[in-house]
């Protein structure tokens, strides 16, 4: 399988994201979390270079290869705090909205806001926006992991 774009970004949307990062990473939440969050969300949408990069970042930021193993499994393991396990929860929300699922309910929003506060909040909320984006712009255009980036 080989990527259908050749070309590069634009310099214009290259810097669109730089600022999405930024704001992401001023909200106050852990890189290890957000690499996590961005984990499970790739996981959800079968995204193998978010996967990959996601794993790396992960890593880069002291996560462990047992916690790593089971992100995908993470509600039947003890190796998650309640905070993680209510970002991860929120993350499945925003993800899974096909096919009429409930998405984010009050009470998902409620747990992770008894845990983050609104900018945090915020933050989390742009990282599974933007990792969703991603993952749809990979499977579009066949991007495989460890092949670009």
């Not at 600022?19 to 890189?31: M, N, R």
């Amino acid at each position: 399988m080989e990527a259908r774009l050749k070309s590069a970004p634009s310099p214009d949307l290259t810097t669109a994201f730089q600022h999405l990062f930024k704001a992401i990473h001023a909200g106050g939440v852990e890189p290890r979390l957000l690499a996590v969050i961005h984990l499970r969300v790739s996981q959800i949408n079968s995204c193998s270079p978010c996967v990959y990069a996601s794993i790396e970042a992960a890593k880069k930021a002291g996560e462990s290869d047992e916690r790593l193993h089971h992100v995908a499994v993470w509600r039947e393991t003890p190796f998650f705090t309640d905070e993680e396990r209510a970002a991860f929860a929120l993350t499945e929300a925003a993800t899974r909205i096909q096919d009429g699922a409930a998405g984010v309910t009050d009470e998902i929003w409620e747990a992770a806001a008894g845990h983050f506060t609104q900018e945090q909040l915020g933050a989390i909320t742009l990282e599974i926006a933007l990792t969703n984006f991603f993952n749809r712009i990979n499977r579009t255009t066949n991007e495989q992991a460890g092949k670009t980036w």
